[in-house]
Every structure is written in C-alpha cells, then in structure tokens.
C-alpha cells in the first residue's frame, strides 16, 4: 500500500490520464459501435485498466521518492505482489519512464530508477506498424483479434491499421504482440505459477519427455509424424473439456491455409499435418469470442504460444471475455514460410507442383514434398532457409517452450513425436489420453536420437536467432525478450 493519501491520489489522478485509460474511455462509442465488446464488456475492461494503471503508477510514484530501489525494497514499500511489481516495472520500463541497471533479469543486486519524461524517446502505444516496417511481424494474427475497433486486418500476411478506425489504444502493442516485447522471465513464472522453477535453456523446463505414437487409425492417416496433437486435442473434446480448439487447415489441393476455429472432433481430422505456410491461427481468438466458446485450446507454433502467454500476463482484465485459453498444444517450429516461398520450395526445388503434393516435412536437414503418386523429392534446408520469414529469424524457441504440452519431430523415429511435457495441466492430459487409449509412448531416451539432438538443434537455434536479435535491440528496434 502507498502509505500516503496523496500519493494514493496521485496515483489514481495519473492512472485516469494515462494513455491507456484516456483512450479506452473516449473511444468509448468507435468500440461499441464496432461491436466486439458489449457496453458491460467496455465498463469491466475500463475498471480493469484504471485499477492495473493505478497500481503501477504507485510503483512509479514509489520509485520517485526512493529515488531507486531493488525489488524488494519495493515490495516491502507497496505491499503489492513481486508478480505484479515485475509486470508494473517491465511496463513502466517499456514505457521508458524506469530504467534498470544490473542484471536482465530481476537478481537481488538489479535496481529500478525512474527515467524524467522529457528524456522519453518513443510513445508508449507505438503502433505495430513498426513491427511490420522492421520485418519481426510474424502474422500470428492477435493484434487483430484484440483491437477493439476492428481497425486491424491482414493483407499480404501482415497487419494493416487503418488509421480511421484506430483510437490509439496500444492494446495491438501492449497486449498482444509477441514482437513488441515478451519479458520471458515474467511469463514463465506465469506458467509455472512457481517463480523458483524458472525455465533451463535451451529446452527450457519439462517434467517428462517422451516419443510418442496416437493408437487412433483415422488420425494416424493424416497426421504429420505421431498424430500426438490431433490425439490430443480429440481427447479434449471427446470429454468436454473445451468447446473449441483453433487450429489450421487447407483450402484445398493449392496448399492455401485458412486459420479455423474447430468445434468438434470430426473437423479436427481435417486439420492435421503440417503446412509450412505462416497462417494467422490467433485471428480464431476473436471468431471463438464471436462464436461463445468459454474454454478453447490452442495449438501453434512458438511465435503463436508467445503471443496467448503474452496476453495472459498484461490482459488480465481482457482473458475472461476472449474465451480462455484452457490447454496450450505448441508445435515445434524451426522457421516458417510465406506462401510464394512454400510454392517455390515445393515447384521450383522439389519440383513438385502443389496440386499434386501429398505431405510436406522437414527431417535430417532436408525439405522434403512427398507427392501423391508416391516420389519424393528434397532440398537442403540451407539452401531454402533464406527464403522463411524474416521474422523467424529472431525468434529464439525452438520447441515451443510456454506451452502446456510441446510435439515434434526432432528425436523421434518416423510415424512418432517428440513430447516435452511441461505444465501439471500438460501432464494431467497427457497421462489420461493414453491410459484412456488415445497414444502410447516411451521414454524419449528410448527414441531413435532422442534429447541429445533436440538440445544441440535447439542451443543452435537460441545462439543464431539471440544474436540476430541483439543487433535489432542495439538498434532500439525491439524491446526485448527478457
Ligand atoms: C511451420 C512449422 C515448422 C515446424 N518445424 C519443425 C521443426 O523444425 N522440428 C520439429 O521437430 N517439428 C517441427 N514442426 C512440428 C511438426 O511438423 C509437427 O507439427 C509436430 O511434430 C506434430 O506432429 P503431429 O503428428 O502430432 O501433428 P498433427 O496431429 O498432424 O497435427 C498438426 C497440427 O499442426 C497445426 N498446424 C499445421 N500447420 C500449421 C501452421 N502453419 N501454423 C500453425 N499450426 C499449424 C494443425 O492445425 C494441426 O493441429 C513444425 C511445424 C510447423 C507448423
Ligand atoms: S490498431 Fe492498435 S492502437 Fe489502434 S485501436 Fe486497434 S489495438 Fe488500439
Ligand atoms: S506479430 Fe502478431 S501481433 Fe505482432 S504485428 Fe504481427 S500479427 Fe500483429
């Protein structure tokens, strides 16, 4: 608590003028003419940025009369969570109003200053045109779901505001966008709810890791190696534990992917394997709201996962009304292509005309289309690798490390998945759908390459993608991940 009334004021006065609160309030007839959010929806989201402002302001106000401080002088001075102070505290930094020295991560020696505002550099809503300008969009399609006035759509597989629509909310930035800035730390803890079990690199942490098989015929048909996310997700609906997943499908035989929002099991065959073509799955958080699902489950590629986690930790107030997020199934992912890219791939390399390619994959350092009278043909991952999104490139997660239950291939023997368990909901899942005959598996160590490449192409992933990335921080273009 500020043990000071007027300090109390001031927060509250400073939380009613911030930007955020400013313009949820007087964009108040563009968002309900809009009709994402009904007239209570607005009022509860209101109440809950004036109170999260108010609380972070206290943090700032704090901060000033200490001049600096440590975490924990911090929370002894406000009585507010150290989950809470570390979120105010990357926000407030984001916002370049605090500055910290000492580690990247909150260590007993970091300490907090504030910054004057006239030394502030950039808006704190900055829109997330300049994610787009600077390449590190990865159309994972919340940015859309999320704005609340619908000023947001994707052409050419990147988000375009129009500027008529947009009342300078920031939620596009702070809310969803895994570009902006993520601060890992924060959201691992959230995950967990343990902040002592922080994440190991590269893998970061699990409770188990198998290779993994589904028993189910129809899936193993379609699925792209053990069937183990289908599996899953059908185990889900088959017990009523979500009303809805979203996931990614074909048009039809070109390869076109549409991102979908599935309401039950026999939809979700037709979302099997994989199609290496950036498809913006989060766009279903919006369709789910439109469509009442209350509990939905997710399965993405990292990029994807970050975002949700994302919007978990700094939308508090937003969760409950986008439909929550209730099982998190992440899919390893190496890199990911436009879709003139994957068609050049599959024609020009593998020379296969999409129509007539049956399954895609990537395995031993080759791009391989299998077509559908039964060749296949492959290229090598270096010499293709240049033409995935650039956004890829600085990401450092490999096997998608915030998710309840991570599947891949790295490791395991063909027709099987990798499986990192990470979450007691991800393991909860994950024992039920095979005692119940869902899968089968087998300890990881017993796979055909197992851990020990998974660490060495997930380390490389990390080195080569973190380097990349530091250069874009240096040139003040990224906040950060940490
Ligand atoms: C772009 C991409 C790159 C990948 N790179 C690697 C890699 O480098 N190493 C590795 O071990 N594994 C990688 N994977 C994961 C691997 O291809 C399989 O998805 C994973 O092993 C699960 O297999 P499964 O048989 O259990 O999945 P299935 O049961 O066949 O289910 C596949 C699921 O993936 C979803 N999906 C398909 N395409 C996309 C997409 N473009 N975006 C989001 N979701 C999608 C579908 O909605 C479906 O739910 C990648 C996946 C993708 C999408
Ligand atoms: S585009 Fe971004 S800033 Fe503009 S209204 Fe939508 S969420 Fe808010
Ligand atoms: S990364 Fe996702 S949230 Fe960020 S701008 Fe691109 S589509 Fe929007």
């Excluded at 879709?339 to 024609?347: D, F, L, P, R, T």
């Amino acid at each position: 608590m500020v043990k000071n009334l007027k300090e109390e004021l001031d927060a509250t006065l400073e939380a009613v003028n911030s930007f955020r609160v400013r313009a949820w309030f007087e964009g108040e007839k563009e968002i309900l003419e809009c009709g994402k959010f009904t007239r209570e929806e607005w009022e509860k989201i209101l109440d809950f940025f004036i109170d999260d402002e108010t609380e972070r302001r206290k943090v700032l106000i704090t901060l000033k009369k200490l001049k600096n401080a440590t975490l924990a002088q911090l929370e002894q001075e406000l009585g507010i969570s150290n989950f809470n102070i570390r979120k105010h505290l990357r926000l407030l930094e984001y916002e370049g109003l605090v500055e910290r020295s000492g580690k990247d991560t909150d260590g007993a020696e970091t300490v907090y200053k504030p910054i004057l505002k006239s030394e502030l550099s950039r808006t704190p809503y900055e829109k997330i045109k300049f994610i787009v300008d600077e390449k590190l969009c990865v159309d994972c399609g919340a940015c859309l779901s999320y704005c609340p006035t619908n000023a947001i759509t994707i052409v050419d597989e990147a988000p375009v505001i129009d500027e008529d629509k947009c009342i300078g909310c920031g939620i596009c930035n702070i809310v969803a966008c895994p570009r902006t800035f993520l601060y890992l730390d924060l959201i691992r803890d959230h995950v967990k709810g343990e902040p002592s079990n922080l994440g190991e690199e590269p893998i970061a942490a699990y409770k188990n890791a198998f290779t993994a098989q589904t028993k189910k015929e129809e899936i193993k048909k379609v699925c792209q190696d053990g069937g183990i996310v289908t599996s899953l997700a059908s185990y889900l609906f088959d017990h009523n534990l979500i009303d809805g997943v979203l996931a990614v499908k074909k048009t039809g035989e070109n390869w076109i992917t549409e991102p979908v929002v599935i309401t039950n099991k026999e939809e979700l065959l037709g979302t099997a394997g994989t199609k290496y073509v950036i498809t913006p799955t989060l766009v279903g958080l919006e369709k789910a709201k439109k469509m009442g699902l209350k509990k939905i489950a997710v399965i993405g590629t990292p990029c994807q996962i970050q975002a949700v986690r994302k919007s978990q930790v700094f939308s508090d107030g937003f969760q409950e009304l986008m439909g929550d997020v209730a099982y998190i199934i992440g899919i390893f992912c190496m890199e990911n292509f436009a879709y003139q890219n994957m068609k050049k791939i599959s024609e020009e390399y593998c020379k296969v005309n999409l129509e007539n390619a049956r399954k895609m994959d990537i395995n031993k350092g080759q791009f391989s289309v299998h077509s559908k009278t039964g060749e296949s043909t492959s290229v090598p991952i270096k010499e293709v690798t240049s033409l995935a999104r650039d956004a890829c490139h600085v990401c450092p997660d490999l096997t998608n490390e915030l998710a309840d239950i991570s599947v891949g291939s790295i490791g395991s023997g063909p027709g099987w998945s990798t499986v990192l368990v990470r979450t007691e909901k991800g393991k909860e899942l994950f024992q039920k759908a095979q005692e119940e005959g869902y899968l089968t598996s087998k300890p990881l160590d017993e796979a055909e390459t197992g851990l020990p490449l998974l660490i060495k192409l997930a380390k490389g992933k990390r080195k080569r993608n973190l380097e990349k990335l530091d250069s874009k921080r240096e040139e003040g273009k990224y906040a950060t991940f940490f």
